[in-house]
């Protein structure tokens, strides 16, 4: 079945640098990739979503000169997190979706510390 | 508003009971898809159940069953003769078709506790 690869799957940085969160899908074309973050014990909240040579579109809330957001080709598709603060220690976590397959394959998930 | 709730913030229940998890949506969208997905301690979402808004009937797979009812906007979701290895949180979600991206809606999870 479809997969999404997502690296790193753990990242501890410092305060003030930047973290770039890579999601590939391996044996499909994800044309839309979601990014969601989840806080303990929280529901799974959209970000941004991004078709593939679009710029993306941020949800209400999520500052898009801090969470970066590239989807340049139909396999690829990253987050930076730029001078990132320990308020931004989550768990984040990307979705595909491929145009002619009504389903989403989601990645394993990225745990962020920021310390 | 909140287009996807789910009441039970948490369900214990002893290995082999049958659990139930409700799900209600809000949608003006007249065609649309539900899921089930459940996320273990490990984090990463493990697919379980999709249906279209066209599609009410209900079906067994295994241990899993749902009742989807759109009269009442309800997606409940059955686990049979539970496992220990059930045990995690539960996430109803919806998509609406109109929306062009087919953003996907979560609840709020239920966490399921499975006890030997």
């Known amino acids: 079945g479809a997969v999404v690869s997502q690296h790193p799957s753990r990242v501890i ?62 396999t690829l598709s990253t987050l930076t997190v730029t001078s990132a603060h320990p308020e931004d220690s989550s768990f984040y976590i990307c979705s595909a979706r491929e145009k002619k397959n009504y389903g989403y394959t989601f990645g394993s998930g990225t745990r962020l510390t920021v310390v | 508003a909140q287009k996807v709730t789910q009441a039970q913030t948490e369900i214990s229940v002893v290995e082999k009971e049958d659990v139930t998890l409700d799900c209600v949506y809000e949608t003006r969208d007249t065609t649309y898809y539900l899921f089930w997905y459940k996320q273990p301690p490990s984090g990463e979402l ?59 809606s979560f609840g709020a999870g239920t966490t399921v506790t499975v006890r030997a």
């Open chain 1, 13 to 74: 940085c410092k305060s003030g640098t930047s973290v770039k969160i890579e999601c590939r899908s391996l044996d499909f074309q994800a044309t839309t990739m979601f990014w969601y973050r989840q806080f303990p014990k929280q529901s799974l909240m959209l970000m941004a979503t991004s078709n593939e040579g679009s710029k993306a579109t941020y949800e209400q809330g999520v500052e898009k000169d801090k969470f970066l957001i590239n989807h340049a080709s139909l």
């Open chain 2, 46 to 104: 493990v697919f379980l159940i999709r249906r279209n808004s066209f599609d009410e009937q209900n079906e067994i797979s295994g241990r899993y069953s749902w009742n989807f009812q759109k009269s009442t906007s309800s997606f409940n979701f059955t686990i049979t003769a539970s496992q220990v290895v059930d045990s995690a949180v539960y996430f109803c979600a919806l998509s609406e078709v109109s929306s062009n991206d087919y953003k996907l």
